[in-house]
């Protein structure tokens, strides 16, 4: 099982996340500051059910642990590369955990605080929501899930997060869930986003999961259901760079 996360402080913005319902499948998240201005994040989807996965989510967590801060502790890292390789030694983690094929949908991401950007990589994730003045912005798979073939590599990218803009994380099973024959969607969810009030970032995963709720007329207990957020303050300086 994974170890409880710690969400840590940041300078002029907030992350969280919440679970909804028992655990059921393979979704679990991380955060982890690396250095006194950076903070990873992941939402890793391991296949399968608890009783069957528990160890390899133990093993992806253990590696997103001990390798994330030995890659983003020095100030001038080149992020993108550094991200690559920790998408590499995480399907590495994973296919070798139990010796078989089990597809792992990832995102991660690191938030470098001083210049209010994130270098993230998508593997076959659901998109990543940025939510800023202009409306919502997908952030698409920059590679195959992780725990499918050993040398498969997913790109880096960055993007900027002006002040006051969010970025927002779901798992599938928030996308699944179903009303009679209709599903959540993303388009349902981008809309949700758009329009939701609050800029705390942990009642703002609280109202995503609220909607899928009334959504579907009853608690989502179909899969594991997870929300991250990460919401920049909008009276945080204006960005040092262009994404």
Do not use: W
């Not at 590369?81 to 690191?110: H, K, V, W, Y």
């Not at 593997?123 to 929501?129: N, S, Y």
């Amino acid at each position: 099982m994974p170890v409880q996360s710690v969400i840590p402080v940041l300078q002029d913005a907030a992350v969280a996340a919440v679970y909804c319902s028992r655990r059921m499948g393979g979704d679990f998240y991380d955060f982890l500051r690396v250095s006194p201005d950076r903070v990873v994040i992941g939402l890793l989807d391991v296949a399968g059910r608890i009783e069957d996965n528990g160890a390899i989510i133990s093993a992806a967590q253990q590696t997103f642990r001990s390798l994330a801060p030995e890659l983003f502790a020095k100030e001038d890292i080149n992020e993108a590369d550094a991200m690559s390789e920790l998408a590499l030694a995480l399907n590495r983690t994973i296919l070798q955990s139990q010796g078989n094929i089990r597809s792992c949908p990832a995102f991660a991401a690191c938030y470098n605080e001083s210049l209010g950007t994130l270098c993230y990589f998508n593997a076959g994730h659901t998109p990543g929501l940025l939510r800023d003045r202009t409306g919502i912005t997908e952030l698409p798979a920059t590679g195959l899930p992780l725990g499918l073939f050993s040398h498969a590599t997913s790109d880096a990218r960055i993007v900027a997060l002006e002040p006051g803009a969010s970025l927002l994380l779901v798992s599938l099973g928030l996308l699944e869930g179903k009303y009679k024959d209709e599903e959540f969607g993303l388009g349902r969810l981008k809309d949700t986003f758009l329009h939701a009030n609050s800029d705390d970032a942990r009642e703002l995963c609280v109202s995503i999961i609220n909607n899928v709720q009334q959504f579907m007329r009853t608690p989502p207990i179909h899969n594991d259901v997870t929300v991250l957020a990460l919401v920049r303050a909008a009276t945080a300086k204006a960005l040092a760079v262009a994404g």
